[in-house]
């Protein structure tokens, strides 16, 4: 009989609290005592128990398993320790003659509880509506829905909704529909709603209050003891479906409450886990789970870790026990409860391991349990016919976190080159002594599991597979596992990397009879990087990548397949030999085209003989790989240029082709050809058929690499296409508009989720026609009455979008009308319909996408200002988005610097027709730099400019409205003081301009507060002409580096590089010597980037001083004072106070220095010669003879 797998040894374990015969917690939920009293009196005393020190004996590593021979730990739960095998208990995860089956369990009620300050509903009056609400007739569910939404908020709904889940016998009532794939038959998979559903959303919505939900009442802190108090009973009596929708409550309460209001959560969870039965223990695995769940990014440095730590050292080798029993079971029970004991372990360890799970005995305890079931023959119950079935089952579950487990110890923590910039010596300690002894290991059963998988006496699934070849690949790196896999090395690439890498049955059938899922497989890379066949591919990279000649051993195993297709009887050729061959050599294109490679000359004539021949083959996934091939060698620069013009004949018959996979593939071949002249030119005549050919492939397949296709041949090709321009941009339209519907219906389907997310593969091929969409209107700037064509084609786009709130696609929709605003430099009839669906979006919530929507509303207010002043609505609209960011406390500072941009652009391009705003704008400003110390220097800077615009716009209304509240002196110390932070042209042009209204004002406007600082404007203005050139020159740079666009090919960079003792064949690849940088690999600076941003998470870092800096590149909209020469317009300014003002101009002159003084002439003189230059420019563009002979 299979043994206990989680009973101690000896006597039944006794809970604290409970005698020798009492129930268990799942079966004391039948009482109606309260939960209380079966807890500790000193609830959490594990955070500050002294765990008494694991009395291990030596473990040590033998060659087929890790065993440890430790006895567990007394637990400060006081469970009884393990005994060994002295008595054999109760055997309670055994197979009994009718099977134990975890869903059968009846579900005991849990304790009644309704103290006296609960306020008391009618149990069942609410137990019929929920009932009503899966009755069949719709106005009766209708009916009944809405009663329970009213009294959903009311205080005791929690209470009464655990009273009726736990008596309701009915499952149509306690199970929710929205279980996809129902355990049970009795289970209707059209129930709209149940008591857990209700469960669920309420504390979704009311446990503490969110953005989603702002108006949500939220549950009373009484309500949530009671509610926190009877959760866990209930769990451990409940039934499987009812289960698993409790756990995503379980871990929202977790994340909010615990340890601070849940502090005998752990003590309750170790109290199931060490109990005989086996719900119970079940129960305990899901709330040990679901605690690393909520720990699992917090980092070393904060003190949740320390906390965390200390949880895992008390209940971990409780829970290794339990893992090392279950290992020996057969029962599905037993695998689904090791699949939770290892996602545990996953979570727990996710980014950081602590020193408890570092130490030898424990670790190897660990890696043991991992190899075991690495190894374990999974039990006849788990091997359904349909792989992707088997895959769900519970034992492969636990295999997949078992290899993910001994790969993330490795790659993380047990690789030596993953831990050189760390300071932790015990780390570095663990990392050599695993990489030495356990690694080996490892390595040892994965190549004992892939003998199997070869010999095929045994199956592994999917993601078995991939972490297998993950491990492969990180172990080629690191000197001493490359010792160990060498040798290997050459049957690995034959039998087990090349067999994963060519297309299995599955994947034909698909080809040929379900053509947009297999695309979906092969294309979507992102998501199937965990696929086998994508494991393989990044093997082969790092492979070729670090052991360079590994790269000719591959190529020879590749010019045999390719050689024996070849040679063979036509009846005989292997075709998906074939295909694998060119996948294999198409993967390792970036090596084999890599400076100094010693191959790339050959590769012209290997596609000639090898490649060619594919493209008319009767296979169609051959056909499919020949145009793949080419794209992957699309570096390749072509000796004979008409093997290219074969290559396009063939990429445009393929095009044509019947299969729809090998069409695709066509047209992204076509793409990076374009780079030859000869290919570019030969499409000039054919692009318009070539176009049509795409928008009919985007209509069959959503793939959004066709989007970029298309957006780059209209980039490319906009002459020859301005012709059919329109046409162009109906298809592109009805292709969004289609795709767009499919993604609402299947969300309408899937129903309401407050956190629902359009961006799955439909939307990501809605982007890309977006962007072909803004690319083609950019071409069109020169045809105006094309693109007022087109924008009334394009505004059903635009209105779906916004008014069904596809916040995904929101930016490409607002760079649309920017593209059609700024390329007409004017504004329709239609883009002001779509200025008005701007406003209501951002009304209806969208306050954040201020930032996307800011080009477009620039264009608005500088290219429509004369409507504007014609429609004080649309004026009023505008600043009720900018009063909405000042007045919402939500906002912050940097997306209030949206706001302070749009107010700059009212007032540079709305002077004169807004002064009753400008009070607004300038106390939105002063209201905050006056109440607080602003720390974002951007901010800042922007607060102070809104002022600074409105002196621009009218100095006398702005300094009467500084004075009027006091704020004169303050400002103007503010100002003056920050000087040096007006870094950008656009700042010091605007303070220029500013200073210039100041300067032109009377002697007697200027207010007596500030009247004696006068003099210091000239100083002021002095240092800004001092530092503008520099700005300029920066500026210039900024523009250039934004614009510029290589000509040359594409450099695969120093990585591909070949050196020089690689060119040769024959010579043995001796391992390298390592470097004290070899850790330095993509993996690790990975790894390093995870844990900053996870350590940035955990404490919740918001901190952006470090993106704080105001770069030209932040200067991305056209301004009114682009146009302005501060050198003329000053000089024009101070000419002119001197000959009306001369006694006040002499007077604030009088207090500058030489060196200002001499600053000022340099102005003076600079505008001469600027006024000059325009005049010159002016008289040749008008083909005149230059004013005064152009004499300077």
Known sequence: MPRNPVATRGTQPSLPGQQQGQPSPAQRAHTQSEIRTSVPTQPGTYLDAATPTPAHTHAHIHSQYLTPTHAVPPSPWHAPPFRGNTVDPPKILS????????????????????????????????????????????????????QLKQIEEHPGFMDVLLEVLQNEQDNSVRLSSTWTAPLEPRCPPTLLCSPVIYIKNRVNRGWEKSDHNPNDTQIAEDEKARFRDRLLPIMAASQGLVRQQLIPVLQRILHFDFPEKWPNFMDYTMQLLNTNDAASVLAGLQCLLAICRAYRFKSSDGDNRVHFDKIIEASFPRLLAICNELIAQESDEAGEMLHLALKAYKHATWLELSAFLRAQQTNFGWCTVFLQTVSKAIPASAMADDSYEREKHHWWKAKKWAYFNLNRLFIRHGNPQSVTNTKDEDAVRFAKEFSATIAPEILKHYLAEIEKWVAKTAWLSRPCLSYTLVFLDESVRPKEMWNHLKPHLQNLVMHFVFPVLCLSEEDIEKFEDEPDEYLHRKLNFYEEASAPDVAATNFLVGLTKNRRKQTFEILKFVNAVVNEYEQAPEDKKNHIAKEGALRMIGTLAPVILGKKSPIADQVEYFLVRYVFPEFTSQQGYLRARACD???????????????????????????????????????????????????????????????????????????????????????????????????????????????????????????????????????ITALGVLQTIGTLILTLESTPDVLLHIEAVLMPVIQVTLENKLYDLYNEVFEIIDSCTFAAKGISPTM??????????????????????????????????????????????????????????????????????????????????????????????????????????????????????????????????????????????????????????????????????????????????????????LQGVTELFKTLPAAMKNREEALRDDYHLDAGTYDYGEEDEWAEDEANWNVEDEPEEEETNEGRDESTAYLEFLNEEAQKFSRGVDDIESEDDLGEDSVLLESPLDKVDPYQLFSATLMKMEEEQPQFYQSLASHLTAEDQAALQGVMQKATENAQAAQLALAQQQGAAPVNGGAS
């Open 95 to 146: 197979s009994p003659p009718a099977p134990l089956s975890f869903l059968s369990i009846p579900i005991p009620p849990s304790p009644r509880h309704h103290p006296v300050n609960s306020p008391k509903m009618d149990t069942t009056a609410i137990r019929g509506l929920l009932a009503a609400s899966l009755d069949p007739d719709a106005d009766t569910r209708r009916r009944a829905e809405i």
């Open 832 to 1017: 002001w319909q779509a200025f008005e669906l701007i406003h209501a979006t951002f009304k209806a919530g969208a306050e954040l996408y201020l930032e996307d929507m800011l080009p477009a509303l620039d264009n608005f207010v500088q290219y429509g200002a004369g409507q504007l002043v014609q429609k004080p609505e649309y004026i009023e609209a505008l600043f009720s988005m900018i009063s909405d960011m000042f007045n919402d406390n939500k906002v912050g500072g940097v997306d209030r610097i949206c706001a302070c941009k749009l107010a700059e652009a009212m007032m540079l391009n709305l002077r004169g027709n807004i002064d009753n705003y400008v009070l607004r704008f300038i106390e939105f400003a002063m209201t905050v730099l006056t109440a607080q110390d602003v720390k974002v220097k951007a901010y800042k800077i922007h607060l102070m400019e809104l002022v600074i615009n409105s002196i621009h716009y009218n100095p006398i209304l702005t300094l009467h409205i500084l004075e009027t509240k006091g704020w004169t002196n303050r400002f103007f110390s503010l100002w003056f003081g920050s000087m040096s932070n007006f870094t950008r042209v656009h700042d010091k042009k605007l303070c220029i301009v500013a200073i210039a209204a100041l300067l032109s004002l009377k002697a007697d406007q200027v207010p007596q507060s500030i009247a004696v600082g006068w003099p210091r404007l």
């Open 629 to 763: 091939t080419i794209e992957k060698f699309e570096q390749l620069n072509f000796q004979d240029q008409n093997n290219l013009l074969t290559i396009y004949r063939h990429i445009l018959d393929c095009m044509a082709d019947v299969a729809l996979p090998v069409r695709v593939t066509a047209a992204l071949a076509l793409q990076p050809l374009i780079r030859h002249d000869i290919i570019r030119t030969s499409m000039q005549q054919s692009i318009p058929t070539i176009m049509q050919q795409l928008l009919k492939l985007a209509n069959e397949a959503d793939i959004d690499a066709l989007a970029n296709v298309m957006e780059d041949f209209v980039e490319v090709f906009a002459t020859e296409l301005t012709p059919f321009a329109v046409a162009l941009s109906e298809q592109l339209r009805d292709t969004y508009l289609r795709i767009v519907r499919e993604v609402l219906d299947k969300n309408k389907d899937n129903g309401e989720d407050e956190f629902g997310d359009y961006l799955d593969e439909k939307s």
